[in-house]
């Protein structure tokens, strides 16, 4: 095994592995989290760079080749221990328990569908509840922390649960969510309140989903805050991946007109 081999760019392995951090592990542990990290950066070698979408298909891969409970779950700590140590909190996942099937995701059609049925219905609050999840990525424990003075800033940091949380509101959404909070008589604190004024709470906004989806024709199982939350992760890791490629196609081209005008054979 090479001592440099990265799951994540910049975080070895290796140096995970010897860089304990308070962590004691047992000499049979890290031996066991070597291989499987090494087994699992191979998977990931194989099927694309890790992000949301691709550890959603290492999980069914995972129940596919129909590992044991402890199996599973033993690679999925591996990995969670590696990815809190670079620092993606975001990607970290839940164990599997029997019985359990990972939802399918939506998808930016089903979306839309979703923002059509809450017009269509005039649900004005729950429309941007969706978007808010959607296009911020902000986890629904965070969502009282959405007020108006942070959507008039349009960027800050949400107090998550043992890490801060970047948000950034787009201009377009920005002045979606200040007319419907300049509508409702909302001129400070949480954004999304309830008739008494208190910050929604999960099961609130959870119902709410469920009966949309079903206005809308969609799986209920496909429609959570995690799943929009997981939509935001998708459309953004395709957007830097498609850039990457741009720049790297930049960059060639521009080493093949320097090659021209300085190149060894240049005027030859």
């Known amino acids: 095994m090479a001592g440099n081999s990265e799951i994540l760019k910049g ?15 047992n000499k049979d542990t890290k031996a066991c989290y070597s291989r499987l990290l090494y087994e699992t950066k191979q998977y990931f070698d194989e099927n694309g760079p890790l992000n949301s979408h691709t550890l959603e298909q290492w999980q069914a891969d995972l129940l596919a080749r129909e590992y044991k409970q402890r199996s599973i779950n033993t690679r999925i700590s591996a990995l969670n221990n590696y990815l809190k140590w670079c620092g993606r909190h975001d990607l970290v996942m839940k164990h599997w328990r029997p019985g359990e099937e990972t939802a399918p995701a939506l998808t930016r059609a089903e979306y839309l569908c979703l923002l059509r049925a809450a ?5 004005h609050r729950l429309y941007l509840l969706i978007k ?9 424990h965070c969502l009282s922390q959405v007020t108006v003075e942070l959507i008039r800033q349009g960027n800050g940091a ?42 929604m709470n999960r099961s609130t906004i959870c119902r709410l989903l469920q009966e949309l989806s079903r ?6 199982n496909k429609v959570s805050p995690r799943s929009l939350r997981n939509l935001c992760q998708i459309a953004q ?11 790297k196609s930049a960059y060639d081209q521009l080493l093949e007109t320097e090659n021209t005008v300085a190149g060894w054979k240049a005027g030859a």
Not at 11 to 25: A, H, K, S
Not at 237 to 247: G, H, R, S, V
């Open 158 to 199: 949400l107090h998550g649960r043992g890490n801060n949380i970047p948000f950034h509101c787009p201009s377009s959404l920005q002045r979606e969510l200040l007319e419907f909070a300049k509508e409702n008589h909302i001129q400070t604190g949480p954004v999304f309140i309830t008739r008494r004024g208190t910050p």
């Open 237 to 247: 890791e395709d957007l830097y991946a498609n850039l990457e490629q741009m720049l």
């Open 119 to 123: 017009r269509q219905t005039n649900q």
């Open 132 to 140: 808010v999840f959607a296009i911020t990525g902000v986890p629904v």
């Open 215 to 220: 206005t809308a024709g969609i799986p209920e």
């Open 11 to 25: 975080y070895p392995i290796e140096e995970f592995l010897t860089d304990q951090d308070g962590r004691v592990w």
